[in-house]
């Protein structure tokens, strides 16, 4: 299942950027989490990730992680590809 992250970076961590980029990247690969693009943004959040996760549970465990380690916070939104909706908008009556 595709994934987009939605998250923030604690200010204790602005500036530790490949610390906890690799230590995320790992825990991801342990969860058998793989991430297809990562993109840094300005606003309310620093970061914008398009993964694929085996299960929800394997995205609600990288979220605890994230936030026990003291990153951040992790948003984490199901991604349904175009052919997925129009099989949703079928089985809606549509």
């Known amino acids: 299942m595709k994934y987009v992250l939605i998250g923030s970076i604690d200010a204790k961590w602005a500036l530790k950027q490949t610390e906890r980029a690799d230590a995320a990247n790992a825990?991801?690969?342990?969860?058998?989490?793989?991430?297809?693009?990562?993109?840094?943004?300005q606003g309310p959040y620093d970061f914008v990730v398009v993964a694929d996760a085996p299960d929800a549970e394997?995205?609600?465990?990288?979220?605890?992680?994230?936030?026990?380690?003291?990153?951040?916070?992790?948003?984490?939104?199901?991604?349904?590809?175009?052919?997925?909706?129009?099989?949703?908008?079928?089985?809606?009556?549509?």
């Not at 825990?27 to 943004?41: A, P, R």
């Open 27 to 41: 825990q991801c690969k342990t969860l058998g989490i793989k991430i297809e693009s990562i993109h840094y943004v």
């Open 58 to 94: 394997a995205m609600l465990a990288l979220s605890l992680w994230y936030a026990t380690k003291g990153y951040g916070k992790l948003m984490s939104l199901p991604a349904h590809d175009g052919a997925t909706m129009v099989r949703a908008c079928k089985r809606a009556g549509g």
